[in-house]
């Protein structure tokens, strides 16, 4: 009984260790997917297409009985297609572009903005109280900061390898500058952070009618696929670039598909709904160790001192922004903390990190 009691208590740590487990896989996968010549706007189609056969039937499923109250109407109906568009369709693109002028390590890092972002987004609205006065308040609008100021030294301050590389005197200033394309890459990354961190505001008001996670996230990836394909036609109508020239290709999709938005989907909604937002929340910095370690040592990426500190700044911003966010839960009826889960549990579905920000009204607890 003790061991299965202990078993218990670790249930949701393990439930997050192996959800960002496989956020790294995936982004250490996309990347060697996307060096091989695999276009990303058609990988975001296949692992949107995966993700909605994955997805659809197990929702049909679950709400067998409940398919009168989850009808959408126009206005629902309306309001998940923008949502689709921006947090799924637009985030994955520039983010698996960012990815592919980037690095697998830089990728991980920059998701981390997002808390941060939402913040100044929500508070730009009024969504978010912030007042000068109060330390938690100083902590989110700090954290914030330390967070812009680590991206901004990721993407522009490359700077010297970390390992085997001298860095003495001008030799190392001349190389502290960043490339064209790593800097590409990472405000592609930045704007999918901007981008998700709008998909999270969106969920305010549709949450407020439609809260069954389940049924949104099938209905989101299935939307997001038609989205994904028209661009694809649209951008590329070349028919060869839908080719699947290998199995380690076909792999990668039906990886991201089923286990990047199907199981962390699970993973995630169930350990925000037994721990809250924050706890699971404060795993997301593992995948950018994990995918940092293993894109070093099995991908040979280099490491640079400029990412590397800029990442470390990333992390630490996240931390003090979740600090500051985490003194609002006291004040907040029971039925706000609850809605707010509800539409925390929508946010899990993506194959982008799961990422809690700071709304009051009523995305963070």
Not at 156 to 173: D, E, H, I, R, Y
Not at 208 to 232: E, G, H, I, N, R
Not at 310 to 331: R, T
Not at 334 to 358: C, F, I, M, P, Y
Request: net charge positive; proline share 3%.
């Amino acid at each position: 009984m003790a061991v299965v009691g202990r078993w218990e208590e670790y249930k949701p740590c393990a439930a997050m260790v192996a959800a960002q487990c496989i956020y790294a896989a995936m982004a250490l996968w996309a990347k060697a997917v996307f060096t091989r010549g695999m276009s990303t706007l058609v990988f975001v189609v296949y692992r949107q297409a995966i993700a909605s056969v994955f997805l659809v039937p197990i929702a049909i499923v679950a709400n067998r009985r409940k398919t009168k109250e989850m009808r959408l109407g126009m206005a629902g109906f309306s309001m998940i297609f923008v949502a689709s568009l921006f947090g799924a369709t637009v985030n994955q693109y520039l983010y698996y572009q960012g990815l592919h002028l980037g690095s697998s390590s830089m990728a991980t890092a920059m998701t981390n903005l997002i808390p941060a972002i939402t913040f100044v987004m929500a508070a730009s609205v009024g969504l978010e109280s912030v007042d000068f006065k109060k330390p938690r308040s100083l902590a989110k609008i700090v954290g914030t900061v330390v967070c812009v100021g680590g991206a901004m030294a990721m993407a522009f301050f490359k700077g010297p390898k970390l390992l085997n590389s001298p860095v003495a005197g001008l030799n190392f200033l001349l190389r502290l500058s960043a490339s064209r394309e790593w800097v590409t890459g990472a405000l592609f990354l930045i704007c999918s952070s901007c981008c998700w961190s709008l998909w999270l505001i969106l969920q305010v008001p549709i949450c407020k009618s439609y809260v069954d996670p389940l049924t949104l996230s099938a209905w989101m990836c299935f939307l997001s696929t038609l989205q994904s394909a028209l661009l694809v036609a649209f951008l590329l109508p070349d028919v060869n670039a839908w080719k699947i020239h290998s199995m380690f290709e076909l792999c990668c999709c039906l990886f991201a598909g089923a286990f990047g938005s199907g199981v962390t989907f699970y993973l995630q909604s169930w350990c925000i709904t037994v721990r809250g937002p924050l706890y699971s929340a404060m795993f997301n910095p593992l995948s950018t160790v994990i995918t940092t370690a293993v894109a070093a040592a099995a991908l040979h990426e280099d490491l640079h001192i400029g990412s590397l500190f800029g990442a470390m700044a990333v992390v630490a911003g996240l931390y003090i922004v979740l600090w500051g966010k985490a003194g609002d839960g006291g004040s907040k009826s029971g039925s706000v903390t609850e809605h707010a889960r509800d539409v925390e549990k929508t946010a899990a579905w993506s194959g982008s990190q799961l990422n809690a920000g700071g709304i009051t009204e009523p995305l963070l607890c």
